[in-house]
């Protein structure tokens, strides 16, 4: 994954409109990459539900994308960070259906199935790190 | 124990007052300056009158910060002026000058013998209650075009007798999402129809929270004994909806709004011919 990268933009997660904000960052990013239609729908999916989590159980955090290039490919990699409460059960969390909130419960594991890459760091108390990245085929 | 050094609010008013005169040409003159066609001198000149005699007022009954209850009227004034300021389209800078000019005129009564420190930094308190009041003005200016951008964005359009479409365009949030079923349940009473097409072409990424709240709204129409069709799947959309593991059940989806119509004319067609009403 390390490979010559460009600026990495930061937007801070506080309210709504900044996941909008993600969301079209991301596309646009997306684009630049020459990802295919779906893969570009796919990851900015992706990065609308991280960004959501941030926001509603992180509590706000922030996001930081990148244009990435690794030899002839180029990719969007894509880093949620928060400093809420953190997950205490992982594998429960990443379960379809399943939700500590109000919603579907698909986004985290939704997400992980709409990129290519996905990493995920927390521990109770710790706060969250969610690493995507999408790469050209 | 010097008196220059702690120069009550009475002194200050005393001496602001025996100055008025040339403090108001400084601060006219200053402020005119920088507003130059924004706003007339006669104008200025009226606000600055006000600002002043506020001021002494305050001065005069004990008042040193501008929290103090003698500034009450003050507060009120600036306050006025700058929302006006924001509704009119002024820059913060250009509202913010109106007060900070007033330094201006202030700053040759040091040599009258009398600290003004106390007089400056009442007007740097003021210059930030102008920025603080001017920014709650734009505030409400923001959330209220937001509010009407609302409205303005969900139109419920009748496609054919007893049938309506909602064409979405834009995020769907929460409070978009409940305007959008509000506005599509009323219809649904005032115009009769039994048959409701959500079109989602102009939602860029259906994301979780988006399906859940497309879910909410069919149910809702649903019990209203309407039928209802999401239609504006496109290919992206359709994987992406399938990869987040979506289930959309046994919910009506098309892939154009006018497959949608076409299997809501057929079934009003078919209710038709068995002598129901359509």
């Known amino acids: 994954m390390s490979a010559p990268t460009t600026t990495v933009e930061h937007v801070p997660i506080r309210t709504d409109s900044d996941v909008v904000k993600v969301r079209q960052l991301v596309r646009a990013l997306a684009q630049q990459a020459r990802l295919s239609l779906v893969d570009q729908t796919k990851l900015v999916t992706a990065a609308s539900e991280l960004a959501r989590n941030t926001l509603v159980y992180g509590g706000g955090g922030d996001a930081e994308v990148q244009l990435a290039v690794d030899g002839v490919r180029t990719g969007v990699r894509a880093v949620f960070k928060d400093d809420g409460p953190g997950i205490p059960d992982l594998d429960l969390a990443l379960t379809d259906g399943w939700t500590s909130g109000s919603g579907l419960g698909l986004g985290l594991s939704g997400s992980r199935r709409l990129v290519q890459h996905f990493a995920i760091d927390t521990a109770p108390g710790a706060g969250t790190r969610v690493e995507i990245a999408t790469w050209s085929r | ?278």
Request: glycine share 8%.
């Open chain 2, 1 to 278: 124990m010097a008196d220059v050094a702690t120069a009550a609010p009475e002194t200050l008013a005393q001496t602001l007052a025996a100055h008025a005169e040339r403090v108001r040409g400084v601060w006219l003159d200053a402020a005119a300056r920088e507003l130059h066609g924004r706003t007339s001198r006669g104008e200025l000149d009226r606000e600055q009158a006000e600002i002043l005699d506020a001021l002494l007022d305050g001065l005069r009954s004990g008042g040193i910060a501008l929290a103090d209850p003698a500034f009450d009227q003050l507060r009120g004034i600036l306050a006025d002026v700058s929302a006006t300021r924001a509704r009119l389209g002024f820059t913060p800078r250009e509202t913010a000058i109106g007060i900070f000019a007033l330094k201006e005129g202030l700053y040759p009564l040091a040599s009258a013998g009398v600290d003004i420190t106390p007089l400056l930094r009442l007007v740097d308190q003021l210059g930030l209650l102008t920025f603080e009041t001017f920014a709650a003005a734009r505030e409400a200016i923001i959330a209220e075009q937001a509010e009407q951008l609302l409205e303005l964005s969900t139109p419920v359009v009748k496609l054919w007798e007893g049938i309506v479409a909602v064409p979405l365009v834009g995020t769907l949030d929460s409070a978009r999402a409940q305007v959008v079923m509000e506005k599509l349940l009323n219809t649904l009473v005032d115009t009769g129809s039994e048959h409701a097409i959500i079109d989602i072409t102009g939602v860029p990424a259906v994301d979780t929270q988006v399906a859940q709240h497309l879910l909410k709204t069919v149910v809702a129409a649903r019990l209203m004994g309407a039928e209802c069709t999401i239609s504006g799947i496109r290919p992206q959309i359709a994987q992406t909806i399938v990869a987040l593991g979506i289930e959309f059940g046994d919910i009506r989806t098309r892939a154009t709004l006018a497959d949608a119509l076409v299997d809501a004319l057929r079934a009003t067609r078919a209710a038709r011919q068995v002598g129901l009403p359509a």
